[in-house]
């Protein structure tokens, strides 16, 4: 079965340290992006990426850094310089050319 | 500044009526716009799109209306059903840009049996 697949469902960061999310997809498609949710508000671009080995910031881009070295794998990492990481992070894809976003599962972000 | 708003965070409805999302834009270059469902815990999943050459797209039971020169967009359920229950999102796109989707707030639909 064809997908979006994001690990690990639940995270949790201690003060000072950096996290990676993993997104992998076996849609072949081009494009990928990252999205941050929180309570009661849309869905935010974080990063997106078009295709291999080149990535754009999106609108929340500080404090969160990704690759883009498989056209499979956009890992996202949360840095320490991420003062308000706990969220819901939502992993997606598309065909380059504004097809609809496959969404992963999510992963649920939580700072101890 | 948000380019895509929802203003309706809830909208409850009985089952069998009618449910209306409304969606405004600010951005006049966009020109795709597409509605996301979300069930908790779970990632959107796609439910109908619209392109800005059109001013009706029609899947089932959902249908997308486009008004260009208010920059409004909304998505009629007919008839409800208590599945329909999710937060649904707003989101649009520019040629320009076209790799970078914006989505609203989203408006969180109950339907009552």
């Known amino acids: 079965d064809g997908g979006i697949t994001q690990s690990p469902k639940y995270l949790f960061r201690k003060e000072g340290q950096n996290v990676t999310l993993s997104c992998e997809q076996n849609?072949?498609?081009?494009?990928m992006y990252w999205y941050r949710q929180d309570p009661g508000q849309g869905l935010r671009l974080i990063y997106y990426?078009?295709?291999?080995?080149?990535?754009q910031k999106g609108d929340i881009a500080e404090g969160y850094s990704v690759s883009r070295e498989k056209k499979e794998s956009f890992p996202l990492t949360v840095t320490s310089a991420q003062k308000n990481p706990t969220a819901f992070y939502l992993c997606?894809?598309?065909?380059?050319?504004?097809?609809?976003?496959?969404f992963g599962s999510g992963t649920q972000l939580s700072v101890l | 500044d948000q380019q895509v708003k929802q203003n309706s965070p809830s909208l409850s409805v009985q089952e069998g009526r009618i449910s209306i999302l409304n969606c405004d834009y600010t951005n006049s270059m966009f020109d795709y716009f597409l509605w996301y469902k979300k069930y908790p815990a779970e990632g959107p999943t796609f439910l109908i799109s619209?392109?800005?050459?059109?001013d009706k797209n029609e899947d089932g039971r959902f249908t997308v209306f486009l008004n260009k020169s208010a920059k409004h967009l909304s998505l009629h359920i007919v008839p409800s059903q208590p599945g329909d229950s999710a937060v649904y999102f707003c989101a649009a796109s520019a040629e320009t840009s076209y790799d970078k989707v914006i989505f609203g707030p989203g408006t969180s639909l109950s339907v009552i049996p």
């Open positions: 997606a894809s598309s065909i380059v050319g504004r097809e609809k976003l496959f």
């Open positions: 990426s078009q295709i291999v080995n080149d990535f």
């Open positions: 619209i392109s800005s050459i059109k």
């Open positions: 849609l072949n498609h081009d494009a």
